[in-house]
T-cell receptor, first 114, second 115 residues
Framework: AQSVTQPDIHITVSEGASLELRCNYS??????LFWYVQSPGQGLQLLLK??????LVQGIKGFEAEFKRSQSSFNLRKPSVHWSDAAEYFC????????????FGSGTRLSIRP | DADVTQTPRNRITKTGKRIMLECSQT?????MYWYRQDPGLGLRLIYY???????NKGEISDGYSVSRQAQAKFSLSLESAIPNQTALYFC??????????????FGEGSRLTVL
C-alpha cells in the first residue's frame, strides 16, 4: 500500500523568499505524484503532477516540483512567495491502474510573513 | 453551477442517527471518491468507485457505507453516527484517462457535526 509523509506541519516564510515543502512517499512501483493547494475555506486545487518523463515538473502559480526516485521524494518549490500563497498544501500519491487509488499526506500549512 | 455538487453543505446531527451525504457530478467522469478531512490528518480516503458495480474500500471505511446510484451520483452513509465522525467530507471525481489521469476534481465539502 502506498503512503505519503509531509514532515512539516507549519512553515512560515517572508514574502519574496523562496519556499520548499517536503514530501516523501512509499510505493513499490513508479507512482503518480500530485501537489494540491487548499486556500482557507476552499476546496482543493491541483498545482502540478508527475507521471513519467522529466523529473522536474512545472505547475500553476509559479510552483515546481522535482521527483527524486532515490530519495522517494517529491518536494514542492517556489522561488519567491506572495502573500496569496498562504494556504495548506497537500502531497498525494496515486497507485494502481491509472492512479485509481489516491492517498494524501497530512498537509503543510504555509504562512507568509509581510 | 459547480461540476461536483455536494449536499448538504452543513449538517448537525446527534449520536446514533443515520446520515447520508450526496454527491453528483456533471463532468462525465467514471471515478468518484469520498474523503474526510480532519485538522492535522489531511484527507483520508473512505471509499472510491470506478463505476456503479465497482466500489472499493479506502483507508478508513469502517462505520461508513456508499452507494453508486448512477455514473453521476455517489452517496456516503453513516448508519449510526458517532462524535468522532465529525469532520469535513469531500467528494471528488477523476477521469482516469489521458493527460488528466489521476487529477481529482473536488466538491465544496460537507461539514458534518455529530453531537
Amino acid at each position: 500500500a502506498q503512503s505519503v509523509t509531509q514532515p512539516d506541519i507549519h512553515i512560515t516564510v517572508s514574502e519574496g523568499a523562496s519556499l520548499e515543502l517536503r514530501c516523501n512517499y512509499s510505493y513499490g512501483a513508479t507512482p503518480y505524484l500530485f501537489w494540491y493547494v487548499q486556500s482557507p475555506g476552499q476546496g482543493l486545487q491541483l498545482l502540478l503532477k508527475y507521471f513519467s518523463g522529466d523529473t522536474l515538473v512545472q505547475g500553476i502559480k509559479g510552483f515546481e516540483a522535482e521527483f527524486k526516485r532515490s530519495q522517494s521524494s517529491f518536494n514542492l518549490r517556489k522561488p519567491s512567495v506572495h502573500w496569496s500563497d498562504a494556504a495548506e498544501y497537500f502531497c498525494a500519491v496515486g497507485a494502481g491502474s491509472s492512479a485509481s487509488k489516491i492517498i494524501f499526506g497530512s498537509g503543510t500549512r504555509l504562512s507568509i510573513r509581510p | 453551477d459547480a461540476d461536483v455538487t455536494q449536499t448538504p453543505r452543513n449538517r448537525i446531527t446527534k449520536t446514533g442517527k443515520r446520515i447520508m451525504l450526496e454527491c453528483s457530478q456533471t463532468k462525465g467522469h467514471d471515478r468518484m471518491y469520498w474523503y474526510r478531512q480532519d485538522p492535522g490528518l489531511g484527507l483520508r480516503l473512505i471509499y472510491y468507485s470506478f463505476d456503479v458495480k465497482d466500489i472499493n474500500k479506502g483507508e478508513i471505511s469502517d462505520g461508513y457505507s456508499v452507494s453508486r446510484q448512477a455514473q453521476a451520483k455517489f452517496s456516503l452513509s453513516l448508519e449510526s453516527a458517532i462524535p468522532n465522525q465529525t469532520a469535513l467530507y469531500f467528494c471528488a471525481t477523476s477521469g482516469g484517462q489521458g493527460a488528466s489521469t489521476g487529477e481529482l476534481f473536488f466538491g465544496e465539502g460537507s461539514r458534518l457535526t455529530v453531537l
